[in-house]
Each structure stands twice: as C-alpha cells, then as structure tokens.
C-alpha cells in the first residue's frame, strides 16, 4: 500500500474524480502552471495542470490518434500542420505519422512543459523530436494566431478548459483569427469538453466557431482519463465535404500508419451524435 496520499480532480462542481497516488515522481510551479506528475497502477504516469489531469502513459492514445487522424484523413493535402498547446508532444507524434505532412508548427505557451514531456513520456514522443518537420514555438496560442503570416492547411487546437490560460482559445475573436490563418479547405479541430458535464461551454465553444465557419460540427472519442461520457472534439471548416470522405478514401490514406484507436470505419461513426449532443449543437448553430 502506497505512503503517498490520493489525488483528488475537481474540474466540475459536484463531482471529485480520485487517483490513487503509487508514486510522486515530480512537481513543480512553472510561470504559467501547477505541473505534477505521479505514477498510478491504472493510468501509469498521469500528469496533471493546476489540478487537471492532461494526459496518462495508459489512454493517451485515445485522444491523441482521433484529434490527429480525423481531420488529416479528411484533409486531401494536409501539408501544413499547426498545433496549439499539446504540450506533452502526444498528438505531434500521430501528426508526424503522416508522410504528407511536410511542416508540423507547435504553439506552447510553457517552455517547461516541453521540456519536462520530452524527459518523462518519450516512451511515446521520441520521436517528434528528432523529426525535421517539427517546429516549435514558445508563445500564447492567441497571440500567435492574431500575429503570425504563416498559413496551414490543419489546425489543431489541443486546450485546457475554457478558464484560466486556456480561456482565450475559447472565444470567437480566436476563432476568427485561426479562419484567418487557415487556407482554403482547411480544417479546424479543437477540444471542446465533456458536453454531460460542460453543456454550456459546449455550446459556446459550437456557437463562437459557427460565427466565423460555414460548417461547424462535433465527432466523439472515449478517454478513459475523462470522467463525464463522451469527449467532444470540435469541426470547423468552410469545405463541407470534408465531412463525407468516402471510408475506401480513408483507409488509403492511413495506409501503413498503426494505430490502436482509429479505424476509418470508426472515423465516420464518431461524427454520429447521441440524441442530447446533437441537439447542444443545433442549439448553439441554429442548424438542424
């Protein structure tokens, strides 16, 4: 039995999701976060921002394969790449699996946060970091979106929750500036919740980007590590069909990149939406 005490998450009012704590094997207050790690018979290595689990060694998978697969599967010339936050270099890694991907830009506003990734999950980043795709700039993903003349063909917006730091890649004058960004046909992903748990933020999230893309939709993804039912992950783009790439499509484009999670069978599946997401949806777009 572990010396260590629990660790308890409180992201949500009424509800306290507990970690059983095997091993502290890091803390430190950064700049711009509370960064702890610790080591759980279940999740493995779990890292947590300001009391907020980000990642496990376990499920990160999960997440990371269907925020980078979907859109760069639907894309027909995902050359350039642009990711905001992902600190911890989990979704860089899926990006780079894809040979058509000529540039991958990392926006991450924490230059400690790379660097304490790059040491203690290499067991799935290695690889990003050797790769000459890769770049990274150490800025506020906001600021980087107003200012930069860099163009992409994908954006990817891996957040926190929509407060503290995270807050501002919540808000409609961002979500302009990434359409700004964006080149003709290009697709925006970006976290939007746990719609059981944050049905308001939800629909502020879906409202924002209708405001500024013709097509804004949702597909799902289940992360074990993310208490509350179904993940959101948010569908910005002004090329509807990017929505009804053919599964044989698909499947040929994901030749020879592994994966645990995504299937391009499951890829079209995700965008189909139980009954109380998709009405958040049609509330927030006012589209049926």
């Not at 746990?194 to 993804?221: H, I, T």
């Amino acid at each position: 039995m572990s010396n260590h005490k629990p660790v308890s998450e409180t992201l949500h009012d009424g509800v306290s999701v507990v970690f059983d704590v095997d091993d502290v094997l890091y803390e430190e207050s950064t700049g711009h976060h509370r960064l702890s790690l610790i080591q759980n018979t279940v999740f493995g290595k779990l890292l947590m921002l300001d009391g907020a689990v980000q990642v496990t060694s376990r499920d990160e998978f999960m997440y990371h394969e269907m925020l980078a697969h979907v859109p760069l599967a639907a894309h027909d010339n995902p050359a350039s790449v642009l990711i905001i936050g992902g600190g911890d270099c989990g979704l860089a890694e899926e990006v780079l699996k894809h040979d058509r991907v000529r540039t991958l830009t990392q926006v991450e506003i924490d230059a400690s946060v790379l660097e304490f990734s790059k040491e203690h999950f290499s067991d799935f980043n290695a690889p990003v970091f050797s790769d000459d795709r890769f770049q990274v700039e150490i800025a506020d993903g906001a600021a980087f979106a107003a200012e930069t003349e860099k163009r992409f063909d994908v954006i990817l917006v891996d957040s926190t929750d929509p407060d503290g730091p995270g807050a501002a890649l919540f808000t409609p004058g961002f979500y302009r500036d990434l359409k700004r960004i964006l080149r003709p046909g290009g697709i925006v992903v970006s976290q939007n919740g746990v719609p059981f748990l944050q049905p308001e933020e939800f629909k502020d999230a879906m409202r924002g980007l209708a405001s500024v893309f013709e097509v804004v939709s949702s597909y799902l993804v289940a992360v074990p590590t993310y208490f509350g039912g179904h993940m959101t992950l948010g569908w910005s783009t002004d090329a509807a069909e990017t929505l009804s790439v053919d599964e044989s499509v698909l499947a040929r484009r994901m030749a020879g990149i592994e994966t645990r999670y995504y299937t391009p069978a499951h890829h079209r599946a995700s965008f189909a939406l139980p009954r109380f997401i998709e009405t958040l949806l049609q509330e927030a777009t006012g589209k049926g």
